[in-house]
């Protein structure tokens, strides 16, 4: 089956620091309202809201929520793949940059380090905090009830809340190279300053998205930017094309042709069809003469290329990374062609990591016994078949063309996306294993069945199935 990488060009409307998904009521008990719960929950949730203090409860349910695994998915090829698959990763990205943000909160409060120059500020008045806090502790003590503290206490966290997120003061020092990928969302791109060393958390340019309503545009590109700048220093610099650096590429695994030339005439500022025109001539770069285009050649790598770089030099340069990729995976040189149609096979079809090594040992069982592959990605590929869904058209499916492992014995006649080292050491070192077929059941963990016979694996298709009746729109 054919994958995609969705994302959202959205960021919602709405994500305070802490704020967690109200739980279901108990079995066979009404809900609770705001107002009929005990006085001490509110204290609570409050105190540890404005304070950065999290109870035992609240640290579980975010280090459970840190460990949910996230999809691992190639990027779509088009805008319109990202949109139509927008919501598969957007709600876990949210919890997850929720959870990051609110322990490294929790963290910072519990250690109590020294001040420096360079320590975060506090954008909050905490003494006024934690005393108004107390003041409604001592209130609750001499006898005012949970209904009275229900109306007050919600307030309080939403006036003050946002008031104590880490950020750093002024334009930083130092310089750092940042990533914005085509299709990243505001929660992405916190999520990327933040672990770049740009930003003090996640919630200090989240939340400055947030309040300013309308949501900026980021364009994909490399970025130079400063170390522990203030949220609002560092949205500045993403906005000044003069912080764009000339010549950035960003190539992804499972990444094609079809976007990777046009990024690469964006990067070196040329015409596509001047870059079109390099790369028609595969043997130019000095590979194998089975190669009938660049695909697969170009490595998965962050580029930057001087200005006045030459599309034939600019490419010369990822298909040598390739080739080193290929030494370093012990591949023999007249093996090159077929080793990365199959590693392109593996990264356009595996959904984790861990299932490269077994897709690859599909693979090869299947060729074994002479099967055919039937291999949805390079049915889709042959066709162009770029609409999102994980399900070949039929068109696509009968399809003579010779990428087209539902109609072609063997392997397709070349690779059908540029596949990163893992996928390409799992196309040399496969997995031990009798599987034939495999099917990902859910699109938005990636959990695949491998199976060894038709009928187990028919049964795994209609999980499949099943998980896209109740998830429409996610992939399917």
């Avoid at 950035?248 to 990444?255: A, K, N, P, S």
């Avoid at 079809?349 to 299932?355: T, W």
Wanted: charged share 20%; net charge negative.
């Amino acid at each position: 089956m054919t994958v995609t990488d969705p994302q959202n060009h959205k960021f919602p409307e709405r994500l305070v620091p802490g704020d967690q998904p109200e739980h279901e009521a108990a079995a066979g008990q009404p809900p609770i309202s705001p107002g009929e719960h005990e006085t001490g929950d509110h204290l609570s949730a409050a105190f540890s809201e404005l304070t950065g203090e999290l109870n035992r409860d609240a640290i579980a349910e975010h280090e459970r929520a840190l460990l949910q695994p996230e999809p691992i998915l190639p990027a779509p090829t088009s805008r319109r793949e990202a949109r139509e698959q927008a919501q598969i990763a957007e709600t876990r990205a949210q919890r997850r940059a929720e959870a990051e943000a609110a322990l490294a909160r929790h963290t910072e409060t519990a250690k109590s380090t020294a001040k420096s120059s360079a320590k975060p500020r506090r954008r909050g008045r905490r003494a006024l905090i934690i005393t108004s806090i107390s003041v409604v502790v001592v209130a609750a003590l001499v006898g005012i009830g949970a209904v009275t503290l229900g109306p007050v206490i919600g307030p309080l966290i939403d006036r003050f809340s946002s008031l104590d997120v880490k950020d750093y003061d002024g334009d930083g020092t130092g310089q750092v190279t940042v990533t914005i990928a085509d299709g990243d969302n505001g929660t992405a791109i916190a999520r990327t300053l933040y672990k770049s060393g740009v930003t003090a958390s996640v919630d200090a340019f989240y939340q400055l998205l947030v309040r300013g309503g309308n949501e900026p545009v980021f364009h994909p590109g490399l970025y130079s930017m400063r170390k522990e700048m203030s949220a609002v220093s560092a949205l500045a610099a993403l906005q000044n094309p003069g912080n764009r650096l000339e010549g950035g590429l960003l190539v992804r695994e499972g990444d094609t042709g079809h976007t990777i030339l046009p990024g690469l005439a964006d990067a070196l500022k040329v015409p596509l069809a001047e870059v079109e025109a390099a790369a028609a001539n595969p043997a130019s770069f000095g590979l194998p003469a089975d190669a009938p285009t660049l695909e697969g050649w170009l490595s998965p790598r962050t580029y930057t290329f001087p200005a006045g770089t030459t599309p034939t030099k600019a490419l010369q340069t990822m298909v040598d990374r390739t080739k080193r990729s290929l030494n370093e995976a012990g591949v023999p040189a007249d093996q090159y062609e077929r080793v990365l149609t199959i590693a392109s096979i593996i990264q356009r079809e595996a959904r984790q990591p861990q299932d490269f090594a077994k897709v690859s040992r599909v693979i090869q069982n299947r060729l074994a016994a002479n099967m055919k592959l039937q291999m949805d990605s390079t049915a889709q590929y042959g066709t162009g078949q770029k609409d999102g869904s994980v399900w070949s058209s039929a068109e696509s499916l009968r399809d003579q063309n010779d990428w087209n492992t539902y109609e072609r014995q063997g392997l397709p006649i070349g690779p059908i996306s540029n596949p990163g080292d893992d996928a390409i050491v799992a196309a040399v070192s496969p997995a031990e294993g009798d599987w034939l077929f495999f099917v990902t059941i859910n699109l938005d963990t990636g959990e695949t069945v491998f199976t060894t016979n038709d009928a187990d694996h028919t049964a795994a298709v209609k999980q499949l199935r099943d998980w896209c009746s109740a998830n429409p729109g996610r992939g399917c």
